[in-house]
């Protein structure tokens, strides 16, 4: 099919896939062109059909999931939505081996695996990998396989580090997403992705494309109501009236991811200073927010001095029904955290300032505190937006970086540095 993207001066053709072509781009150094198409298939081709609107549906699916797992933290070949049907990413050599994780057995699991029924729960989710090769029914493979085979891509060699990356990879994006259906009742029971290294940075990155044909989704985690393409796997005829259902099942998915990407910021961290010149320490906690894709406000006020007032911003915070975070930064004699955690339902944490001459008598007005309030301390400005991020998941709206997520989304950073 013929490009939509016509105001992009298209190269030769990379690759083209059951669902999608790939083009250069030779005006944009590094970055290709993935076009999707109107077709539908399932197993490895053996059923294929035309569905008219499937790339836009498609395109914007990936869209929007690759939009919010950026925002999450998560490293992708994703740029931008350049037209309905195609998007512009980072140029990639594809890692042959399709991720899979999954919460919950059915499919081909069960096939693997006689004996466990469906509906069985993993926790934490099971990972498992394919190695692409369609001749042999892209078999399963073991890390220790994938370790062997010394693939090389873009100059990159893939070893155990490469390995660990992707597998904490898929783990992360997977909570990540699972936590952003919950909001709209919807189960996300497994989810396929691949892995490619840019041909400019040397990283791994997530690629490709996460649209409806990657996942399997039931609403009210009923599978009778699946949205996904098991929906078209699972017809016995492929007639024009059992296309057009299928259809609608993939709008409605494209629709609701749209929301995840709208709504998945309604929450806020608010750091509330005793004096501005606990700015500079504050300035910190907001930085490390934003690592997180948090939103964070900075307040100044003394619970010593002004309590009413204190108590009027928080009751601010409370009144528009935004999941809140409070970070109480408060050196000396710290009145703040604790006034905060004894007055209202959010999550308060301490982290104070140290100076030189009284930090270490001056931490403990933060940790000796009234019974009754669960008020934490961390000195570290980063730990309190880790803190922050993970306590969002309590308060119903979570951002959707699962509590594991954050640990391993840290821990791959540690592992690219070293």
Same mark, same amino acid.
């Given at each position: 099919?013929?490009?939509?993207?016509?105001?992009?001066?298209?190269?030769?053709?990379?690759?083209?896939?059951? =669902?999608?072509?790939?083009?250069?781009?030779?005006?944009?150094?590094?970055?290709?062109?993935?076009?999707? /198409?109107?077709?539908?298939?399932?197993?490895?081709?053996? *059923?294929?059909?035309?569905?008219?609107?499937?790339?836009?549906?498609?395109?914007?699916?990936?869209? +929007?999931?690759?939009?919010? #797992?950026?925002?999450?933290?998560?490293?992708?070949?994703? $740029? !931008?939505?350049?037209?309905?049907?195609?998007?512009?990413?980072?140029?990639?050599?594809?890692?042959?081996?399709?991720?899979?994780?999954?919460?919950?057995?059915?499919?081909?699991?069960?096939?693997?695996?006689?004996?466990?029924?469906?509906?069985?729960?993993?926790?934490?989710?099971?990972?498992?990998?394919?190695?692409?090769?369609?001749?042999?029914?892209?078999?399963?493979?073991?890390?220790?396989?994938? %370790?062997?085979?010394?693939?090389?891509?873009?100059?990159? =060699?893939?070893?155990?580090?490469?390995?660990?990356?992707?597998?904490?990879? =898929?783990?992360?994006?997977?909570?990540?997403?699972?936590?952003?259906?919950?909001?709209?009742?919807?189960?996300?029971?497994?989810?396929?992705?691949?892995?490619?290294?840019?041909?400019?940075?040397?990283?791994?990155?997530?690629?490709? $494309? %996460?649209?409806?044909?990657?996942?399997?989704?039931?609403?009210?985690?009923? *599978?009778?109501?699946?949205?996904? /393409?098991?929906?078209? !796997?699972?017809?016995?005829?492929?007639?024009?009236?059992? #296309?057009?259902?299928?259809?609608?099942?993939?709008?409605?998915?494209?629709? *609701?991811?749209?929301?995840?990407? /709208?709504?998945?910021?309604?929450?806020?961290?608010?750091?509330?200073?005793?004096?501005?010149?606990?700015?500079?320490?504050?300035?910190?906690?907001?930085?490390?927010?934003?690592?997180?894709?948090?939103?964070?406000?900075?307040?100044?006020?003394?619970?010593?001095?002004?309590?009413?007032? =204190?108590?009027? %911003? /928080?009751?601010?915070?409370?009144?528009?029904?935004?999941?809140?975070?409070?970070?109480?930064?408060?050196? *000396?004699?710290?009145?703040?955290?604790? $006034?905060?955690? &004894?007055?209202?339902?959010?999550?308060?944490?301490? +982290?104070?300032? #140290?100076?030189?001459?009284?930090?270490?008598?001056?931490?403990?007005?933060?940790?000796? #505190?009234?019974?009754?309030? @669960?008020?934490?301390?961390?000195?570290?400005?980063?730990?309190?937006?880790?803190?922050?991020?993970?306590?969002?998941?309590?308060?119903?709206?979570?951002? @959707?970086?699962?509590?594991?997520?954050?640990?391993?989304?840290?821990?791959?950073?540690?592992?690219?540095? &070293?």
């Amino acid at each position: 099919m013929a490009p939509a993207a016509s105001d992009l001066k298209l190269g030769k053709k990379v690759n083209e896939g059951k =669902t999608k072509e790939v083009y250069e781009l030779p005006d944009i150094p590094g970055c290709v062109l993935m076009q999707s /198409k109107d077709q539908i298939t399932a197993g490895n081709a053996a *059923r294929k059909d035309r569905m008219e609107g499937k790339a836009a549906i498609s395109n914007t699916t990936t869209s +929007c999931v690759f939009q919010l #797992l950026q925002e999450a933290g998560i490293k992708t070949a994703f $740029v !931008r939505k350049q037209s309905d049907t195609a998007f512009i990413a980072a140029h990639c050599e594809m890692i042959p081996i399709e991720w899979v994780c999954r919460r919950i057995a059915t499919g081909s699991f069960l096939k693997r695996n006689p004996g466990v029924k469906e509906g069985y729960k993993f926790y934490p989710p099971k990972i498992e990998m394919f190695y692409k090769d369609d001749a042999n029914n892209d078999p399963q493979w073991s890390e220790e396989q994938l %370790i062997e085979a010394k693939f090389c891509f873009a100059g990159l =060699t893939i070893g155990q580090t490469e390995v660990d990356i992707m597998a904490r990879s =898929t783990q992360a994006i997977f909570e990540i997403l699972e936590k952003s259906w919950q909001p709209q009742n919807c189960t996300l029971v497994d989810l396929k992705i691949e892995f490619g290294v840019n041909i400019l940075t040397k990283e791994i990155v997530l690629a490709d $494309v %996460i649209d409806n044909d990657s996942w399997r989704l039931w609403p009210s985690g009923d *599978r009778s109501q699946q949205k996904d /393409k098991q929906s078209y !796997r699972d017809l016995k005829e492929v007639t024009p009236e059992a #296309l057009q259902m299928v259809k609608r099942n993939f709008e409605w998915v494209a629709e *609701r991811v749209e929301l995840l990407l /709208k709504t998945k910021s309604q929450g806020r961290v608010v750091v509330l200073m005793g004096s501005p010149s606990d700015l500079s320490h504050c300035e910190k906690i907001k930085k490390a927010c934003a690592t997180f894709g948090i939103p964070c406000e900075l307040r100044v006020t003394s619970a010593h001095k002004g309590p009413d007032e =204190t108590l009027r %911003i /928080k009751a601010e915070y409370e009144g528009d029904g935004i999941p809140t975070v409070f970070v109480a930064v408060a050196g *000396r004699s710290n009145g703040l955290g604790p $006034v905060m955690s &004894g007055n209202t339902a959010y999550p308060v944490v301490n +982290c104070p300032p #140290l100076s030189a001459d009284w930090g270490t008598q001056d931490v403990w007005s933060s940790l000796r #505190l009234p019974s009754g309030l @669960g008020c934490p301390t961390t000195l570290s400005p980063e730990g309190a937006a880790q803190f922050a991020a993970q306590a969002h998941i309590w308060v119903k709206q979570p951002f @959707g970086v699962g509590q594991t997520a954050i640990k391993h989304v840290k821990h791959l950073d540690l592992l690219e540095a &070293g």
